[in-house]
DNA sequence: GTGGTCTAGACCACA
DNA sequence: GTGGTCTAGACCACG
């Protein structure tokens, strides 16, 4: 399901974060379904089980999911109160890629139109 | 006029780099304006020579400033080449993060929002 | 492998980017062969880490090798983004050349056999 | 004439004896034609004198000008020594590039094409 | 072990 | 004075 690329130029841990991370913004995985072990995970990527275990905290530290100890690791629903950090983070890059976007000429109208196109999608999707 | 912060997760010369393309997108530092020699700016900002130059150097090659041997740094006029990679870039991140902002219950109107403010703020610069 | 001529006008870092490209490009390298680490070559060389840090890391922005932290540094495939800018840069130098080449005299048939025979080389080799 | 560009790259004197190189290869400058003075050139151009002395001086070594000394300088003709050994060098930089071209797969025939239209090109001139 | 970043200080080329 | 390159040696992040 998830698609390692060491020519990415990010790292392992990274890829495994996002590839999840897509994962669960998709609705492939739903809230409170079991995640693979790290040893599985690890196994199946053929990757070293640290990675897993690497990508997995930071996974829970952004709030997508939560662990419980000697179970394993669970999908998190999206009102867990780390979320709301994450989002103000994603915010402020928002702001600062749209304000170089804008200096570098993309017009208003073009950029409107990707997040409502990626609104729509979503829309779609559910 | 930059601040660099140690706890910041990005590197020095990141932290340089974004600082100095701010003065630029906000016009404080005007095309063809002359920064702050690689010596001066490492001494005010109590770092080392060879950081600055490689925030110089990268600033370069996504065509913010242009350099002149023997003479200094100048602020680059934005019509270079290399900025429509650039752009691509940019929009990739942009699509990335806002169907995250998406998924983490970011109201379409809100995003909206932003993305109108960040025009509306250049407008009034101009 | 490589040879290093401190009289040669090129800087270090250019010769052994330089000296490996010649290598990638006669497939002596194959794609996705690892290549020394920083470490070894600028022992075996006797020259500085940063300097051979540097020469991977401008190959890495030509598209000739991908690095993978951690693990080293590998061979490309040809097939990247990055190398159509790079060949509109060359085709702009070979114009430059042969014109000065054609000022000097160089017959147009000696031109062509130039060419000509690089391109036989080239397809013995595959 | 010439036209200087800072955001150029190229350092300055390189600027000067590009510009040079082309009205002599081009024919506007003829052979024994005289040069404008250093001083004069390093005026109209608002550079240092020392910048324009050093391209003059590269020039003539390259063979395509002469100096007398408190006269001025001249355009060369073809057959002047020197340019054996420039002719050499460019070919061995035409022979480097073109392994790369290849390599990153222009095809045979544009590459002829390329040095096809420099002869008619210059065929057409004269 | 690997690559990546940073510091300290030197030297060269350019204008 | 400027930018550009290199060395020596340190430290961190990654797997």
């Given at each position: ?13 990274e890829?495994i974060e996002a590839?999840?991370k ?33 990508a997995?905290?930071e996974l ?67």
């Amino acid at each position: 399901m998830i698609n390692l690329d060491y020519k990415d130029g990010r790292s392992i841990h990274e890829q495994i974060e996002a590839g999840l991370k897509e994962l669960i913004i998709n609705g492939i995985l739903k809230t409170d379904e079991q995640l693979p072990s790290v040893r599985e995970l690890s196994v199946s990527l053929t990757v070293n089980p640290n990675t897993v275990q690497r990508a997995y905290k930071e996974l829970e530290q952004e709030g997508f999911i939560y662990s419980v100890k000697g179970k394993g690791n669970f999908v998190a629903s999206l009102s867990r109160a780390n979320s709301e950090r994450r989002r103000d983070e994603l915010v402020e890059s928002l702001v600062e890629i749209t304000r170089e976007l804008c200096f570098l000429g993309l017009e208003k109208t073009e950029a409107m139109n990707i997040i409502e196109n990626i609104y729509s999608e979503r829309e779609e999707m559910l």
